[in-house]
Each structure stands twice: as C-alpha cells, then as structure tokens.
C-alpha cells in the first residue's frame, strides 16, 4: 500500500500518485469535482415515466454507479423535452430526482444522461391529453329553470393542474368558459351548465370540452317550461257577480312568444271560462274570471289541460 492512499475525498494534489496508479490498472472515465475531489462514478440507470402529456412536468430520476464522498455532477441532454443542463447527486446518495417539462411536438422524445465516459438515455412518447368523457346531470333542463352539474372525465390522472375549455354549440345554453382538473385528479371540478332564457320549442344542444386542440362533447336538451302549479285566488271561494282570480306559475321561463292556456269551466252559466296568458320571459301568469249571482251555492270545476282540476265555490 502507498504510504500517501488516503479515503476517495482526498484533495486532487495528495492524489496524483494514486491517479498514475490507477489508469496503470486501466480504470478510465473518472473525473474531478468543482471542489478538486475525484469520483470514479457512472450512470447506472435513467428513469422517467412512457407516456408524457404535451406541456406538462414530470419527474425523472438519474442513478449513479455507487455512493460518492463528494457531490457528482450529471450532465443531461434531451430532444422535445425541457430539462437542466446539469443535476447533482448529493455526496452519499445515488440518486436524484428532478423536473422534466413535455415539449408540445406529439411524437418521440429522449433524455440523456451522462457521467465519467458513461451514458443512459431514455426514449418516451409525448401525446395529447385526452378528454374520457364530458358527463351532464340531468342531461334535460328547462329554459329559465334549475342549472345542470356537469364535469370532465380525463384519459388519464393529472401531474399538473389544468384548464380545460368549455363552449356550447347554442347560445341559449351557457357554460363557464373554463373548469379546471386538480393537479393528481382524472375528473375536473363541477360546473354548472344552464338555459338562462326560456325556448318556444324543444331545443337540442351540445356542452363541448377542449384540450391541446381535441374535443369531446356531451348532449343537452332545453324544454320549453310547463305548468308547475296553478291555483285559485280568493280561496277558492267567492260571491257570485265577483270575479275569481287563477294563478299559474311555471317551472321555468315562457319562451319569446310567451305561453298561452285554456280555462275551461263545468259551468260556463256560472263562471266564465277564458284564456290565461303568461308573458315572454315571466314565470307566471294571472287572469280574472267573471261570475254570475246565483240564489244557490253551485260548486263549479276549472281546468287547464294537464293540470289537475280546481274547484270554485260561488256563493249567493
């Protein structure tokens, strides 16, 4: 043994004989650290993950050979991916971890990582993200009334968090113009899709989600409102020669040409029957009924097609 061997952090100047030695034994490739200090290390192992969504980072990780008394330096390299010039392997450890952002060109993509003569290169695909599934519930809603909940449904988790674009394909369906995906989900948070404005006629329409240009679109069906209730003023009760008020509301809003119904009496010599008219964009309508006196109490039925049947009772 030579009297000046010292541990592998000795200082590069107590270290010349023992370099002369060892590239007498044929060991090549090794290099000095920024501190002057030698390392014999190589690049055991490169790992990243196979599949890289367009833009978005991951993690990479770079093994060296054995541990090392001094920080080691690996030089990287890559092609349609944004990484360091240069990652370093703390003193004692053999590996590192570090960021690897997804160049936006689909296709292949390498990185490469080099140390003392030696090399690893890793060869990944790079893809669009791609929309599973845009879910809507209910997937029917009434001009005026009650919003949807909708959400998105990726191909894949997330490993940064991210926007996705939202549009409709009929301006009288409204959306946000963005939801967004937690960084670590596969779903989007849940957005609201609505019909702020009433419709005349049965309206069919698409809620569309937009990623890295791809987009997957979910149907939508916008009612025209209906009857939610109707009802009597006066309680149901009035003196005959007055008039009886009927109420309608709806579950939504009436569309451009307004709502129009039909009153229908069981005894139009009692109370007359009529026409009651809700007004576009109103949700709800009113109109006065005209009674006659009468000597006897009569009991007399208004309807309004697909609404139950409401009872009057003219009095003397």
Known sequence: MLPDQKSRGATLAKWAPIGALLLTAGITGSVLAATGTYHTAGIAALTLRNK?????????????????????????????????????????????????????????????????????????????????????????????????????LLAEITTAPLSINLSTDDPRLATPATVHVNNGASRSNYFSVGAPDGVDNVVTANVTADVNGVGVSGPMTILPARIRFAKLGNEGTVKGGKQVLVVVELNGKAGPSGKSYSINSSDPGVVSGGTLVVAPGAKSGKVKLNTTSVSSQHNVDLTIPGVPAMQVTVKP
């Open 52 to 152: 890289l969504v367009a833009g978005k980072t991951y993690k990479a990780n770079v093994v060296i050979s054995h541990k090392e008394g001094v920080d080691v330096d690996v030089a990287l390299s890559a092609s349609n991916l944004t990484v360091p010039a240069m990652v370093t392997v703390p003193a004692g450890r053999t590996s590192y971890r570090f960021n690897v952002v997804a160049g936006n060109t689909l296709g292949s993509a390498t990185l490469t990582a080099s140390l003392n003569g030696t090399a690893k290169t890793k060869t990944v695909t790079v893809y669009a993200t791609k929309i599973k599934d845009v879910s809507i519930a209910p997937s029917q809603i009434t001009g005026g009334g009650a919003d949807a909940n909708g959400s998105v």
